[in-house]
């Protein structure tokens, strides 16, 4: 019994190692913050990143029966401080059998109707959509950059402005912060938020900061069009697309940016069993993306001198450090059930395990609510939600998270296939900006 918690111990200690970098990122974060609060007491500007051109850019959409929401996102796009004349929307009504399609195109969107049972989900719709534009829009290249949205989105209105100060930069893929527009509906969605929100604070803001590469997270990015020409279209096919695209563009040697001032809002799913089913997509998806890449940023560590911490970066991102977290805690619980049906060891068995599988637990909540304290606080003004609601999600986000753990499992066994997530908040820019200033005041 010893030996085991010896080897729990042991392997938490490892993976605490590991990790410690994120909360380095925390640290070097404060420390910039603080020095720019600093600047502007004192009557200094804070440098901005200047961009003298407008490069011509195409919002890309895929949508399925996404009527509802899809008006409300277009209608952001067409109210940005942006010239007009240099943003295009393309909607890819896939497999839609509502009027998706009609909703978008009142609304001035260019509407792509695709209909195939074999090929399904949102990077085959998005593939669909980029080889119509090469073949009648004359070429990829007929816009500088493609934005990525999901239909149930909506940005701010300098969006694009921010985006393309990041994008002159040089950058060929550029990532934004992600907010939500339904915060306050219960646990689940809070939990979603402020996980959006600490690694938009706290991830890809503070890679930014020691020049590492950041990582895009489903929606809200921007990439160059030379990407197109140099992969032959969107072929990043697997459940968690995002996260491919991200892992093949580092070992590519690319940095991918961020535009911490450009904001969108996301609706987070409102019900566990929804939430349960896109999860495992996301952690299945990690799975297939660490089996068909992970052995390349391992000697990427090793071999890429200016991207090595990228590397090991995103390989932490992928490793399943939660499933070997629960495979110690399986062990534990099953020393537990063991001595309970050995009456004569359960003396020398339970008490030990049991304290330490609380341990785990205990400790695992903590951190998580740290987690959850430190985003909240220094995000608490762009959170869309009632004060005592934020104070009550720093409370439930460990629960969110520790839900995590039989899911990471279940999809290391289950096979998982691309279902898409009703959407149906018909929150507009203006409402939420009205919010805003209505909790913040």
Known sequence: MNALNLVTTIVFALLGVAYTYQFVYVLIVWAHDYKEYRLKKSGLAVAEPECTEQKRYAFVIAARNESSVIGNLIDSIKRQDYPSDK????????????????????????????FNKVEVGKSYALDYCFSRIDKEYGGYDAYDGYFIFDA???????????????????????????????????????????????????????????????????????????????????????????????????LDGEKIGFAMNAMFYDEQPTTFRQSWTQRMRWSKGFYQVIWKHGLDLIKGIFTKK????????????????????????????????LAATSPEKAMEFLPATGRMLAFQIVQYYVLMFVVGLITTISEWNKIVALNSRKILAIFTFPLFMLTYIPISIVALFKKVEWKPIKHNITTSLDDLETAKVRINK
Request: proline share 1%; glycine share 6%.
């Open 87 to 114: 943003i295009d929307v393309f909607v890819v009504a896939d497999n839609c059998t509502d009027d998706t399609a009609s909703i978008a195109s009142l609304k001035g969107a260019i509407v792509f109707e695709r």
């Open 152 to 250: 149930d989105n909506i940005i701010s209105k300098n969006y694009v402005t921010e985006m393309n100060k990041v994008f002159c930069q040089g950058h060929k893929v550029v990532t934004s912060y992600r907010n939500s527009k339904n915060y306050d509906t219960n646990w689940i969605t809070s939990g979603y938020s402020l996980w959006f929100l600490r690694e938009a604070k706290y991830l890809n803001n503070a890679r930014v900061m020691t020049n590492n590469s950041c990582a895009v997270s489903g929606t809200g990015y921007l990439f160059d069009s030379s990407l197109l020409y140099k992969y032959g279209g969107w072929k990043f096919n697997l459940l968690t697309e995002d996260i491919q695209f991200s892992t093949v563009n580092i």
């Open 306 to 337: 200016k991207m090595f911490f990228s590397c090991y970066d995103m390989l932490m991102t992928l490793a399943p450090a939660t499933l070997l977290t629960l495979g110690l805690m399986l062990v534990n619980a099953f020393y537990i059930i």
